[in-house]
Nanobody, 126 residues
C-alpha cells in the first residue's frame, strides 16, 4: 500500500499562487498514476489534474487549464500541484490520490483511485 500526505494549503488572496505537495510512503510512486482532486463545500469531489507514471502525460479539468500544473518527482516520491492566478472558486479541500499499481492513464473518476491523502485546505479570498 501507499500512504499519501498533502501539504502546502493555506489562505491566499485572489491572484496569488500556491504549491501543494503530496508526499508518498510505503511504496515508490513510480508505479502509480497520480491525481489531484478537490471538494468544495457542499459539492462532490472533482478531478483537478492527473499525471502518468513517468510524467509524460498530464490531464486537467477545464476550470484549471492554463493556471494549474501537475508534476512529479519519483526520486523524491512526491507529486506537486502548482496553482497560479487563484480564484475564490478554487476554494476547496485538495486531495492527492493514486490509481491502482500499473493502471494505465489518468482518470477523471474518483472511484478509479485506490489511495487517498487526508486533504489540505485551500482558501482563496476575493
Amino acid at each position: 500500500q501507499v500512504q499519501l500526505v498533502e501539504s502546502g494549503g493555506g489562505l491566499v488572496q485572489a491572484g496569488d499562487s500556491l504549491r501543494l505537495s503530496c508526499a508518498a510512503s510505503g511504496r515508490t510512486i513510480s508505479s502509480y498514476v497520480m491525481g489531484w482532486f478537490r471538494r468544495a463545500p457542499g459539492k462532490e469531489r472533482d478531478f483537478v489534474a492527473g499525471i502518468s507514471r513517468i510524467g509524460g502525460s498530464t490531464d486537467y479539468a477545464d476550470s484549471v487549464k492554463g493556471r494549474f500544473t501537475i508534476s512529479r518527482d519519483n526520486a523524491k516520491n512526491t507529486v506537486y500541484l502548482e496553482m497560479k492566478a487563484l480564484k475564490p472558486e478554487d476554494t476547496a479541500v485538495y486531495y492527492c490520490a493514486a490509481r491502482p499499481a500499473y493502471a494505465v492513464g489518468t482518470s477523471y473518476y474518483a472511484g478509479q483511485y485506490n489511495y487517498w491523502g487526508q486533504g489540505t485546505q485551500v482558501t482563496v479570498s476575493s
